[in-house]
Every structure is written in structure tokens, then in C-alpha cells.
């Protein structure tokens, strides 16, 4: 099973609130073990840790963290590091070599990425070579990756789950899905 984190770079807790929650809930949907913030915005962990106990699963936010510090943690582990940006090699060259990896940090920046995470990161893979969206890059690489299909992916101990439909919307708690698991057993 891989492992996955994501080090999000330059969040201005002033302006890159929505999208840095967003960088955190894409991650954690799409099957990261966690996200490590590389500024203090306590607020920012705070919303994406109300969503693991209704939706399920678990994830981790590491809040005002030395990115160089823990990049360089990471590599000590047997970590690998890819960079995403709109430089770097296509994302469709490296998606052989980053779906082999058991340990991956994916780094998402927001304002002027340092050149030394150019240097220490393992890979710089473009995710297209348009300006973008750090979300978007985000969840392109971590579905491109993924052993299986993400979107398909459960969450254990959610209180709430959504159930498909063609139309409208459909919310269970968990109580409901536990009796409704009930009485499809009996039949």
C-alpha cells in the first residue's frame, strides 16, 4: 500500500485559505495519509479535521512545519519527493516510476516555489505546461497513480455517507446504513 503526503508550500493565511483547504480535502479524498503545512494556520487543520469523524478514514495535518526539515525527514525514511509544477518532465513520463513508489511526498506550492525545492525534490513532474491550479495538479497526479480507482474508494467509520443516484441527493448516517445492512442480511 502506498503512502502518501502532501507538503503544501507558500500558503498565505490571508489570501490561499479556500485552496489550501481544498489542496487537504483533495488529498485526503483521493487517499493521502495526510498533509504537512508549511506555514501557522491553525484554522486551516482545524476545517479538515472536522471532515475525517463524519466522512470516515483518517488523516493527519502537521501545522507550521519546516518544509526543508521535513522533506529532508522524509528522504531519511526511504521517502521519495515529487514536485508539482508546471515545469519538469510530463506527468504521463513519470506516472510509471511515481505508481512504483511505496513512500511519495507530492509538494504543492501557492506563491514562487524556492529553487531549492527544484533541487532536493526527487522529480519535477508538469502537470500540463499552463499555469494551473495546485487542486487540479493535485488530484490529476494522485488519480494517475493510484493502484485503484480513487473516486471508488470507502471510508471506514463514516457517520455519513452518500449514496449514488441519477438524481437528487441522498446523505445516510451511519445508523441508517447499519439497519438497512440488517435487513438486506435477513432476506
Known amino acids: ?3 502518501i503526503v502532501i507538503l503544501r508550500l507558500g500558503h498565505r493565511p490571508e489570501r490561499d485559505k479556500r485552496i489550501t483547504t481544498h489542496v487537504g480535502l483533495t488529498a485526503r479524498a483521493l487517499g493521502a495519509a495526510g498533509m504537512i503545512l508549511a506555514s501557522d494556520d491553525p484554522k486551516i487543520e482545524e476545517n479538515i479535521l472536522e471532515i475525517s469523524p463524519r466522512w470516515g478514514g483518517s488523516f493527519f495535518i502537521k501545522n507550521n512545519a519546516n518544509a526543508m526539515e521535513e522533506i529532508n525527514q522524509w528522504k531519511k525514511k526511504g521517502g ?3 514536485h508539482l509544477s508546471m515545469y ?10 511515481l505508481k512504483s513508489e511505496k513512500k511519495l511526498m ?3 506550492g501557492a506563491e514562487k516555489v524556492p529553487g531549492e525545492i527544484y533541487e532536493i525534490s526527487d522529480w519535477n513532474v508538469a502537470v500540463g505546461n499552463q499555469p ?7 488530484a490529476i497526479a494522485m488519480d494517475r497513480i493510484s493502484d485503484s480507482d480513487p473516486l471508488l474508494k470507502t471510508f471506514e467509520n463514516a457517520e455519513l455517507t452518500v449514496i449514488p443516484m441519477e438524481k437528487g441527493k441522498k446523505v445516510v448516517h451511519d445508523n441508517e446504513l447499519i439497519e438497512k ?6 432476506c
Not at 494551473?132 to 493535485?138: D, F, N, R, T
Open 88 to 97: 519538469g518532465i510530463n506527468l504521463p513520463e513519470a506516472v510509471p516510476i
Open 106 to 108: 507530492f509538494i504543492v
Open 132 to 138: 494551473h491550479s495546485e487542486v487540479a495538479a493535485l
Open 80 to 82: 521519495k519527493v515529487c
Open 1 to 3: 500500500m502506498k503512502e
Open 181 to 186: 445492512n440488517k435487513r438486506q442480511d435477513k
